[in-house]
């Protein structure tokens, strides 16, 4: 039996691109650490980054009783939009994932963790 829970939904942008989202958390509420969501944001889509590739890293956070969210850029995964070549439609897909956090997720602060590309996006 895991120590952690997946659970799916889409997060719409300002321009409309319907955003592909898993959060992973604790299987018990209670074992929550922190009042603290991890957003991890996933390579560049243009060159074949998706949130796949971090699902590791949410599963080991949530093991650990931290939330952790992962979203599919527009253009990659099961995510609509198109992904850019200069990376300024993905800011607004960073901003609405943590719009959504704060909106759903009772909480107080967001750790924004990036891979590769999706690093120059968390200095949004």
């Known amino acids: 039996m895991s120590n952690y829970t997946v659970e799916s939904t889409k997060v719409e942008t300002i321009d409309g691109a319907k955003l592909h989202t898993r959060l992973f958390k ?10 603290l969501v991890v957003v991890l944001v996933h390579p560049f889509s243009i060159l ?10 949410a599963v080991g956070l949530a093991g650990k009783g931290y939330k952790a969210v992962t979203f599919d850029m527009r253009g990659a995964g099961k995510s609509t939009g198109r992904a850019s070549l200069t990376g300024f439609a993905e800011i607004k897909d960073v901003i609405a994932v943590c719009k959504w956090v704060c909106e759903n997720l009772s909480s107080d602060r967001i750790l924004l963790v990036g891979s590769s590309a999706g690093t120059c996006f968390d200095f949004v």
């Open 26 to 35: 604790p299987t018990e509420e209670g074992d929550v650490k922190d009042n």
């Open 48 to 57: 074949g980054g998706c949130q796949g590739l971090l699902k590791g890293i």
